[in-house]
């Protein structure tokens, strides 16, 4: 019977200690009450606590935490409606504060983010609410983090998640948009056409001008063609009548050499002057003495014949 009853006293001495041994994980705290009162805060790791007296108050995460809060309705300073919601990223610095600073915390900074939206929205247009959510975020973000520091709460980033103007205002803006789309494309397309208009006409000039030069550079050639054909015409010319003499003068050196008397010189002058015409001449003007050399010369012949 003694063993039993220490057995017992034993298991409860066991469960006890059991109880009182608290392991925090990492990136969490708890929050500790002892006797009603705070305590401590106990840190990731293996803690004891006094049986009956010492209790976890709060585990509080000290994560980084987000708060995604349903769409708030707003009114713009040009009196419209729309849905807003908002989304908070943050972090708890100081457990203590956390779980003595307000009564549910999350809710708290809901609230406190649905009037600061409502705050800021209503000095704003809907085109400026529209084009501003970074200066919103930012306003947000400052008012709401300096309202949450007695709160131990630390405000990382705050994000507009969607903005949902009334159905008629986006049918609007659909409207508005597609206008816009269509002038977009209806300058582009005249843009294009100007473009190519540009384009062909500098073509067709540059052909003008290509077609141009081209002609003149054929009537160049032509002409020098032309002018070369004419030298080289009036070179052989030049040639022919060269030879032609200076068979003449060989042919008269030739019949001095040989001893010929003056009547055969004035004869062959004769037949220079003949050959000179070449059947083109209509008149030749022939000196006298050759005329009467002419006329001796076909009476020598005559008498020859008889």
Wanted: aromatic share 4%; net charge neutral; charged share 25%.
């Amino acid at each position: 019977m003694k063993y039993i009853i220490l057995a017992i006293i034993i298991l409860l001495v066991v469960i006890i200690l059991a109880m009182c041994i608290n392991v925090v994980p990492q990136e969490s705290a708890y929050v500790i009450e002892r006797l009603g009162r705070y305590n401590a805060t106990w840190d990731a790791g293996i803690h004891l606590k006094l049986p009956l007296i010492d209790r976890v108050a709060r585990r509080v995460l000290l994560k980084e935490q987000v708060a995604d809060f349903a769409p708030q309705p707003v009114i713009t300073k040009d009196n419209v409606t729309m849905q807003i919601d908002s989304v908070v990223y943050f972090k708890i610095l100081d457990p203590k504060l956390y779980a003595y600073g307000v009564e549910n915390p999350i809710m708290a900074m809901e609230n406190l983010t649905a009037t600061t939206l409502r705050n800021i929205i209503g000095d704003l247009t809907l085109d400026e609410t529209l084009t501003s959510r970074d200066r919103i975020n930012s306003q947000m973000l400052q008012i709401i983090d300096d309202a949450t520091d007695p709160w131990g709460i630390k405000l990382s980033r705050v994000e507009l998640k969607n903005i949902m103007p009334p159905a008629a205002i986006r049918d609007s803006m659909e409207k508005q948009m597609k206008a816009e789309r269509e002038k977009r494309a209806a300058i582009l397309t005249a843009e294009g056409q100007k473009q190519s208009a540009i384009l062909e006409a500098e073509g067709k000039k540059e052909a003008a001008v290509l077609n141009a030069e081209a002609a003149k550079r054929a009537t160049i050639l032509a002409a020098e063609a032309q002018k070369e054909k004419e030298i080289r015409e009036a070179e052989g010319k030049a040639e022919a009548i060269r030879a032609v003499q200076q068979a003449t003068a060989d042919g008269i050196r030739m019949i001095k050499e040989a001893g010929a008397d003056d009547a055969v010189l004035r004869l062959k002058s004769l037949e220079a002057f003949a050959a000179a015409a070449d059947g083109h001449a209509t008149k030749i003007i022939v000196p006298s003495e050759i005329a009467s050399l002419a006329g001796l010369a076909k009476g020598l012949t005559e008498s020859v014949k008889e």
